[in-house]
């Protein structure tokens, strides 16, 4: 009988998690589908008609998607989610996207850059877990995101519960980072800050304050119910060994390292790299750096005294 009893509460406790699981993937993918289909249609057809069938799905992301968010000269920014290894059209694509992913691209879609960043979705599910190897794409995707195309309903389950399965691991490291009694509030901005204390970005000092004003109803109902998984109702408490606050804080400074090493990569595969990053620095800090004909010709030579600069 006592064995029947703990069975019945198992199944019970199992139950109400798969409930739970169900409506905040409800939620994630209410907010995922909504955006501007006619807008979206050009870039989809893009991608779809360069790649065919090896794209599982493909999320519209970053300050374009929210408008409260939008700075002028924003580029529009997508993640392309691909399980075909027939994606990549040479063997060195293949190989760059296997070290430090994503591959980052720009193209020029009527006149505008668009940044597009490319990922394995084995890989992806890996950088969305707990194992991620840096935050890179858990900070990314820690903030709302569209999802404008998927392959099938078969793709689409998966790619939102990979990305909730990220929110829920980005939650878990903002814990850490928190002291052991916290409000809503200085959890809800920790937990949108923290991809930026785990990467060196050029961003501007708002940059936080606008992508939570510009969807807080629906950070507000997703993260209160992942934060409520770990630690319950208000008041909220959490007490948190220095080890894994140790953990977690040599985890950040790996991210900002493998960041680092992200730039060279992304030489190779950012068309006009250069206009991109001297066009980001004036959009988000006001920093306009007047290269020299040779500098801008040579900027791995001549660059090398506005790199420390900055």
């Given amino acids: 009988e006592l064995g029947v009893a703990v069975n019945f509460a198992s199944l019970n406790r199992s139950s109400l998690i798969a409930r739970d699981d169900a409506e905040i993937t409800a939620l994630l993918r209410e907010r995922a589908l909504a955006f501007d289909c006619d807008a979206m249609a050009p870039y989809v057809a893009h991608f779809r008609a360069k790649h065919g069938d090896t794209i599982a799905g493909i999320f519209f992301y970053g300050s374009r998607l929210a408008e409260g968010a939008k700075a002028k000269g924003s580029l529009c920014d997508f993640f392309v989610v691909y399980d075909d290894p027939r994606f990549h059209k040479t063997a060195g694509q293949r190989f760059l996207n296997g070290v430090l992913p994503p591959n980052v691209y720009t193209e020029m879609f009527d006149g505008f850059a668009t940044k ?8 992806f599910q890996r950088e969305m877990s707990v194992a991620a190897r840096d935050i890179y794409h858990q ?4 903030k709302r995101v569209a999802l404008v195309f998927a392959r099938d309903r078969g793709a689409e389950d998966a790619l939102i519960a990979t990305w909730l399965a990220g929110m829920r691991a980005l939650v878990g490291r903002t814990l850490d980072l928190l002291g052991d009694a916290f409000s809503f509030d200085e959890f809800l901005l920790e937990v949108l800050t923290i991809s930026y204390r785990g990467e060196v970005r050029a961003e ?5 304050a606008r ?9 507000e109902d997703v993260y209160r119910r992942l934060l409520e998984e770990r630690v319950g109702g208000a008041p909220y408490w959490r007490e948190v060994s220095g ?14 390292r493998r960041m680092f090493c992200r730039w060279p990569k992304m030489i190779l595969t950012v068309r006009n790299w250069l206009d991109v990053i001297l066009a ?3 959009r ?18 001549f660059g090398w005294g506005h790199f420390w600069r900055l």
């Fill in 116 to 123: 597009v960043s490319t990922v394995a979705f084995a890989r």
């Fill in 139 to 142: 900070g990314r995707f820690g």
């Fill in 204 to 208: 501007s000092a708002d940059k936080v």
């Fill in 211 to 219: 992508l939570l004003l510009a969807e807080r109803p629906f950070y």
């Fill in 243 to 256: 080890w894994r606050r140790f953990l977690t804080r040599r985890f950040l400074a790996r991210s900002r």
């Fill in 280 to 282: 980001k620095l004036e």
């Fill in 284 to 301: 988000t800090k006001g920093i306009v750096l007047p290269l020299t004909p040779l500098q801008r010709r040579f900027p791995l030579i």
